[in-house]
């Protein structure tokens, strides 16, 4: 993780590996902030040099979890509230953490439901676990959508492609949430993108000349891709001049068909990053 981003958040959190993956995270938000896989390899994260960082900051970067809602698909504020929370330090062991996130009255006064919500890092060499899991702690249903995130690291978004989306249909957010599908083959980015894809059960593959990451998700039945393109990123405050061209949003995600709990019941979703 850059030093000076480092310095700028409080109560950073560093996890290592004896081969040398590390990854980086804070309280606010329960936020991911970086990952490196393993001795030498370069973080695997993209955070904006512009984000704001401290007490109701919603980072710009990283992994930001999402939840109660995600996006605008409801009447919340835009992604929810949790990513601007400050979570609890549940656990920490040498190679995972865990926070946590409660109910309390500001969240009861948009979202009136008793919850807990736990943010799980597990860290191997080459492989980085993130898992959410919610459970409805009040006596009555609720109801809820999410994600993680995840901003990936890239050294030109031109140069990068995406495996494993070919000839899937999608939500395109940029023309009013209108159904399409995706050709054949990789998907490349030019301009601003942002598209849902639900029911994706396989595997997908950032790939950009040698490197490749690939992106699993359990629990969570959707993706979402997103890059803000040059228009829109350099409208953004916190996104650091041609940003865009450096980040590549591939996310886990739960919109289509949003997460209905019982009173008692948990459920629980991840998404693994691995590199070779």
């Known amino acids: 993780m850059d030093e000076s981003l480092k310095a700028r958040v409080e109560d950073c959190i560093e996890l290592a ?3 040398g993956a590390r990854v980086w995270a804070t309280a ?3 936020h991911v902030l970086d990952w490196v896989p393993a001795a030498g390899m370069p973080g695997q994260l993209f955070v904006s040099q512009a984000s704001a960082f401290g007490a109701g900051a919603s980072i710009r970067g990283g992994v930001p979890v999402i939840f109660p809602q995600f996006g605008q698909f409801g009447e919340l504020p835009k992604h929810g509230f949790a990513r601007r929370s400050r979570w609890q330090l549940a656990d920490r062991q040498a190679d995972s953490l865990r926070y946590e996130l409660r109910d309390s009255e500001d969240s009861r006064a948009i979202w009136p439901h008793a ?8 860290l191997q060499a080459r492989r980085l676990q993130v898992s959410l899991d919610v459970t409805n702690t009040g006596s009555s249903a609720c109801q809820f959508t999410a994600g ?3 901003y990936l690291r890239v050294d030109e978004i031109a140069d990068a492609a995406l495996q494993g989306l070919g000839g899937r249909a ?3 957010a940029t023309a009013d949430l209108a159904h399409r599908e995706q050709p054949a083959g990789d998907l490349r980015f030019a301009g601003e993108l942002d598209r849902v894809y639900p029911q994706v059960t396989g595997p997908l593959t950032v790939t950009e000349g040698e490197r490749s990451i690939e992106i699993t998700a359990r629990g969570f039945e959707d993706v979402v891709v997103w890059n803000p393109g040059p228009i829109k990123a350099a409208d953004m405050t916190d996104m650091e001049p041609h940003g865009h061209r450096r980040m590549l949003c591939v ?4 919109i289509a068909k949003p997460v209905s709990l019982a009173a008692g019941e948990s459920w629980r979703g991840s998404q693994t990053l691995k590199v070779w």
């Open 17 to 19: 590996t004896p081969e």
């Open 28 to 30: 606010q938000g329960a």
């Open 115 to 122: 919850f807990v919500a736990g943010l799980t890092v597990q």
């Open 148 to 150: 993680l995130h995840s």
């Open 170 to 172: 999608y939500w395109d």
């Open 251 to 254: 996310e886990a995600a739960q």
